[in-house]
């Protein structure tokens, strides 16, 4: 238990650290005239965004608050409330920094690839580490204070209810802005993209730090809490309190080797930055596992629950490996799709389709390997099986910090790339801003790898946290109720998908038709004498965003507890399996199908099959704009909705009986 | 026992009705010699197609069933050799009069709408009755020999193996020959549809009566049979012979049911001939309703499982009227799909997707209703509740003989249409054959329903019989050996699907080709004076479509298999468990989405949105392109996958051991 302090330190240390990087890259010089406006542009929206998103999670959370506060007393209404808002706070915080690293990345790209390396890459880590940081401090206080995991569980979903928010919305959001903007600017008008007179496009690079950066930041921020948390049930469930500390101090052992390997990360001379960030990802791993064996060590843990994490964590690493596989421009998948995209765009939606289905395997393999290596590794030690899962779980978020602070880089200089080119700077820097953009896309391969891998075992160790808190002991999969649960949970992910791809094309007609009417109206706007009514835009794509979150945000909310109440306690443990077996297979599907279309176009117009304005290259688009929210809207959101539901389950568990059915 | 006659006797009495009207619609007049022309190379086409099925079913026949021998035993060997053997001839009986009622309707279609209503409803009885009446023979003679479910079970499985082959593999032909002749005839030589100057046209017609006869025969037999042989395995388990017997009871009720709502089929003046199809349909429902009712009372059944059994057909209804809703042109998901399209494919495709998968809702919860129903129900009147779920699919095929017709009458009315208007019959007479196919597309909304509900619970009673074989008594979602083998199974069905499409894609490019040299290289050939050589595409179709089989089928066969010996009886059950949840969502996504943008296109040809060469339809063809190896490969091969690894599973069941993770 005096371990326990470990973990608010750490957190504390965290904080301070993204504290000193933000002010570090804050000071840092901050571009021209061009390049001010253009950030100060884009801040302003995103601000926007943000305002109607909070106002959004206020709402939310007032009324589940008040639910909690009716069945379950004011503690958990509280921790329900402090984890809302310190996700919130979290996400804040990095979009911040965010939008104020991109522009002086690109001004720092004029003393050299370093020198813009480490002002996007510390940007970066003020996201990560605020979010581990602020996540740790959270989670460790409300158990101090409480001694409850239960209580810890409200925490949890407090973030998880901002995460399902600021995912799918943020996700329709960037879609509707990126469509608007592409289908009248660029197709219509004919004029570049990210060119200042498209009213659309100040949404539109909006959506980029929305998307990526609140979205994910609010992702990682929920699966890191839910992981803990579920470890901790599962460990309460024991009756040690040991084990109860333990997820906790491991995750203070995480993000100091989170702090140290961000440390490590610099380019050598003529190193590509993609192979430095995965090296930070690598080394913070090694280091953690050195942490890990001290950490279990110095508390007495079994040696087995030491290889549980271990095992959690290679695996992270070998399925954030083989993610590649499927999305990358030197492999059969990507280039097959290019190739028959010459034959036209239908052949390329079967191609991409087919490729993305068959890319669910090595993850899936990957992450059936995690689960049975940390279970069987910690039954033979003679701990629980289901709680070495957890620890997997666990061990492989530890390193989130990191993982994060590489993963907000690509956003950065994704948008530091299109600053240098619109404020006109040279050619040679604009080169510098492509090759860390290009950086970007190589680590991203790895640890998306590493976050879907995370989140399916985070899942199913909150699976077996609503059994243990249900009093399910045995889920019996020949039992009707049951087989009817997994049935329902099944289908949430794909009528999630489905809801919330439908309102991306819902809201970009209202989009298209905004875009057409200031081109039409404001007069001078093409000429450039005028400019666009840039706010009406965000405000649109941000309306009909949160509008449209009302129906699939209820679904998720309101049909674990109607499974429940109806079916039983058996049927909604059901409910949660069906749900996690294929809200995985979709969330791999979406993601990499959308990846592997957008590679192929890229393919393409790099010069093969044609190359760019060719038949092939016409085709590649078309599979592009099917797989963008595939990749950007429904597949990203499907963790979350898994989470969420997973959450709700046990939250509600205590009071949910046997059901109607009862009597089978 | 002595019941049990009523079987072969019912058996009988539906083959001897088949042959009737086989002849009866064999000696109808055959049309001018153009008709006889196109019918006969159609004819020869088909058959090749045929021959080259049978010699694979063969080898893998030979393979398996040696295995058979060696590890079970003569006896289950026999039975599997005769179950694809039968399957087979029913197939081939089926082939053989709807490749000779299509063009006897097309010449009937001159003496009116009613006359050639009849030779293509007859025709289609041929392979309803013989269908059913060769399989519940078989089931039942061989229950007569060797009084073993067990034995049975090979039977099926050896009807399974061949569905599997002429269903994935029909769908694989089909879509090649129609892309072949399409892109190359339509679109590059600009000849119109079914013109014999494309070399791939026979190709291509015998595609339909591969894939929707053969294919769609197969897979019914599949199902019928596996629903009786779950449903006396259950029973046997019982220990009652009753309960063993009951299935092929009410199997041969409904066979007579089937044989006398045929003879009630008849359109009234001025009615829409779907709707008689219909009628027939539901007077079968009610006809063996009430013989339900009377073989329980006779062999002294308890009520409850007279209402599981009907419990299973009211929902098989109920199912068969809400299918329609996302594919009728009358409703929001195909107009909303249509109207989008004039935003361009990518549009089109998302729509469609999305609608696509939000059309699973109704289906999944009519299969939960029925499922709960059925149990529910049999375990109120004290009987077991797993029993009532099997007897409820046994009820819903057991009327599978006017199903089957009513179905098999869509592809002759269809081919009936193509005939009459390539032998250039007069308009009036191509209309009457217009109306008559509109009539299948009627009656196809409702079959289809019933073939969905059918299937999903045949394999969930599949499943409980494989519990019951393999001695798995609680199969408990809480055990990672479980856990895994349901994420393995449900990647079983997508990657079929991905797997299946590939091909499609790999062979049309193949066939593309061939038909592009004939163009080139037979002289006088556009002109019409040279004959292109037909059988060469038919049989590039038919080889690639085997040849592209052996890796999915191969995987549907030994992956059960594989997953059984190294994780156990307990992770194979998951394993299924897992592939029926994503295999009964897929199989009713992929259809509905194809049918979806097959109806937009249609909609927007109709006049709609811009109509026919507009820019919506352009994208509408791209979205139907996409959906048609949805709905007629993918889609339709999933059923059998399931239902071939269920009966894989159960047959394996008793030599399946702990696997090596007995410890988890």
Not at 93 to 107: D, E, I, Y
Not at 133 to 160: E, K, N, Q, T
Request: aromatic fraction near 10%; hydrophobic fraction near 55%; include cysteine.
């Amino acid at each position: 238990m005096s371990w326990l302090i470990l973990a608010p330190i750490s957190g504390v240390i965290s904080i301070a650290v993204a504290a000193y990087l933000y002010y570090w890259v804050v000071y840092r010089n901050t571009a021209n005239d061009r390049m001010r406006e253009i950030g100060g542009a884009i801040q302003e929206g995103s601000n926007a965004y943000l305002k109607r998103l909070y106002q959004a999670l206020a709402l939310v959370v007032a009324i589940v608050g008040i639910i909690l506060i009716l069945l379950f007393g004011y503690k958990t209404a509280i921790a329900y409330v402090i984890g809302s808002a310190f996700s919130a706070l979290a996400g804040f915080t990095g979009m911040q920094v965010a939008l104020r690293a991109n522009s002086r990345t690109a001004w720092a790209a004029q003393a050299g690839l370093n020198k813009a390396f480490s002002v996007a890459f510390f940007g970066g880590s003020v996201i990560g580490l605020s979010m581990v940081g602020v996540a740790l401090l959270g989670v460790s206080i409300l158990y101090y204070i409480f001694r409850d995991p239960s209580i810890v569980l409200g925490f949890s979903f407090g973030a998880s209810s901002l995460a399902l928010l600021a995912k799918a919305g943020g996700g329709i959001y960037t879609k509707t802005a990126d469509i608007g903007a592409d289908l009248v600017g660029k197709v219509e008008m004919s004029i570049p993209e990210d060119d200042p007179r498209n009213p659309a496009v100040v949404a539109d690079n909006v959506g980029d730090n929305v998307g990526d950066v609140a979205g994910m930041g609010a992702d990682l921020f929920d699966s890191y809490v839910a992981s803990m948390v579920a470890a901790m049930i599962l460990g309460a469930a024991s009756r040690k309190t040991d084990l109860v500390v333990l997820p906790m101090v491991l995750s203070a052992a995480g993000i100091l080797s989170s702090v140290l390997g961000m440390f490590l990360v610099r380019p050598k001379e003529n190193e590509d930055p993609g192979d430095a960030l995965n090296r930070g990802t690598v080394f913070t791993a090694i280091i953690f596992t050195i942490l890990n064996f001290a950490v279990m060590r110095l508390l007495n843990m079994n040696i087995g629950l030491f290889w549980a994490t271990f095992a959690g964590m290679a695996a992270g690493v070998l399925i954030g490996f083989t993610t590649d596989y499927f999305t990358s421009t030197d492999r059969q998948a990507v280039q097959r799709t290019a190739e028959v995209s010459k034959t036209g765009s239908a052949i390329t939606v079967l191609s991409g389709f087919s490729y993305g289905l068959l890319s669910i395997v090595p993850s899936i393999i990957g992450i059936c390997i995690a689960t049975l290596a940390a279970w069987y590794i910690s039954a033979q030690f003679g701990v629980s099986g289901v709680y070495g899962v957890s620890l997997a779980a666990v061990g492989m978020l530890a390193i989130s910090g990191m993982v994060v602070s590489s993963d907000a880089y690509g956003p950065i200089v994704d948008n530091a790339k299109g600053i240098a080119e619109q404020s006109g700077m040279e050619k040679a820097i604009v080169e510098v801003a492509d090759k860390l953009d290009a950086a970007g896309n190589t680590a991203k391969a790895i640890t998306k790898g590493f976050a879907i891998g995370a989140a399916a075992l985070t899942v199913l160790a909150l699976f077996a946290a609503y059994a243990g808190t249900a009093g399910v002991e045995v889920l019996d999969l020949l039992r009707p109720t049951v087989i009817i649960g997994i049935f329902l949970g099944a289908m949430m992910p794909p009528i999630f998908s489905a809801l919330t791809i439908l309102s991306v094309s819902k809201n970009a007609f209202v989009m298209v038709n905004e875009v057409r009417r200031q081109f039409r109206e404001i007069p001078g706007l093409m000429e450039g004498l005028a400019r666009p009514d840039y706010y009406r835009c965000v405000d649109i794509a941000a309306k009909g965003a949160l509008k449209e979150l009302v129906v699939p945000g209820f679904l998720a909310m309101a049909s674990p507890i109607a499974v429940g109440f109806v079916l039983g306690k058996a049927a909604l443990g059901g409910f949660l399996g069906g749900s996690i077996f294929t809200g995985i297979i979709f969330a791999l599907f979406m993601a990499n199908a959308g990846g592997l279309w957008d590679n192929a176009k890229k393919l393409i117009e790099s010069g093969a099959y044609g190359g760019e304005g060719s038949e092939a290259h016409k085709a590649a688009v078309v599979g592009d704009t099917v797989g963008d929210p595939f990749k950007d809207t429904a597949g990203p959101s499907i963790n979350t909705l898994i989470t969420v539901m997973s959450l709700i389950a046990t939250v509600f568990a205590p009071i949910i009986g046997a059901g109607l059915f009862a009597a089978l």
